[in-house]
């Protein structure tokens, strides 16, 4: 649970009640460790990063696959991206590990905004945190790659994350056209002209065919919501002020072609 430390008479005592604590750190970004309970029973460490001057956040973590799950929001360009690190099984032929990413729009209503973020600070950092909500899980079709080195144009940490395969969504795409952004920057992926030719990664026998890959991921436990509070100033209306947050967790499909079975070896298990 998360507190705000303003200068209302009853945060103190708000304050020794929480878990986590909402405290003033002006001007620079900020860094946050929380141990979270997968979905698996196993207990990670996510850490969360604030920048306020590039009005972004970041949220990593390790699967007990050993994937390593990185989120970015950057509330400038109205764009979220996830990264997965997958370690790739080398008796099987693979890399030594396989980057994917996926890029789209953000809504402001997500995840709390970078200045907020950049203020919070941990009580109890032994604690196991569990999501006070679990929202839904979304379904994206990524029918669309995303050139590297035009990318800057959607957002300037794409670069710095992302190396390899970068997809997004048509519905996103018409968007960000609509925005003005360069159309050279997307290519359209075979599935969206010729889907019935292609079967779900799953389903296909032969290492070496196209298929429909889907990954799933789950961001376990972020800051979804500010909590307000209202303080007892002899007043019938009294004064509202930032007194923590609402933790949520987040499951997400993204389905997206591959030329070879080969590059979606964990979908065998779906």
């Not at 764009?79 to 890399?95: D, Y």
């Not at 999501?131 to 959607?154: C, D, F, I, Y």
């Not at 952004?181 to 290519?187: N, P, T, W």
């Amino acid at each position: 649970m998360f507190a705000g430390c303003t200068s209302a008479p009853s945060v103190r005592t708000l304050a020794r009640l929480c878990a986590l604590v909402l405290m003033v750190a002006v001007g620079f970004g900020s860094e946050l460790r929380v141990r979270v309970r997968l979905s698996d029973g196993l207990v990670t460490e996510e850490i969360l990063e604030a920048d306020s001057e590039r009005d972004s956040i970041s949220l990593e973590f390790k699967q007990g696959d050993g994937t390593l799950i990185t989120f970015v929001a950057d509330f400038k360009q109205e764009v979220k991206i996830f990264r997965a690190l997958i370690l790739g099984e080398l008796e099987r032929g693979q890399n030594q590990y396989q980057a994917l990413c996926f890029i789209s729009r953000l809504s402001r209503n997500e995840i709390i905004p970078s200045e907020s973020m950049a203020r919070l600070r941990q009580k109890n950092p032994h604690v196991i945190r569990l999501a006070e909500e679990r929202k839904g899980l979304e379904q994206l079709t990524m029918g669309s790659a995303v050139n590297l080195s035009r990318a800057w144009q959607l957002s300037s940490h794409i670069h710095n994350m992302c190396s390899e395969a970068i997809y997004t969504s048509e519905s996103d795409v018409k968007y960000w056209l609509q925005k003005g952004v360069d159309s050279s920057i997307f290519e359209v992926l075979p599935q969206t002209t010729e889907a019935p030719s292609f079967q779900a990664c799953h389903s296909t026998k032969d290492l070496w065919q196209p298929c429909l890959c889907t990954y799933g991921l789950r961001l376990e436990w972020y800051p979804c919501l500010l909590k307000y509070c209202r303080s007892r100033d002899g007043t019938a209306k009294g004064t509202t002020y930032k007194c923590g947050i609402r933790s949520c967790s987040k499951g997400y499909h993204f389905t997206y072609y591959v030329p070879q079975k080969q590059l979606c070896l964990w979908d065998e298990e779906t």
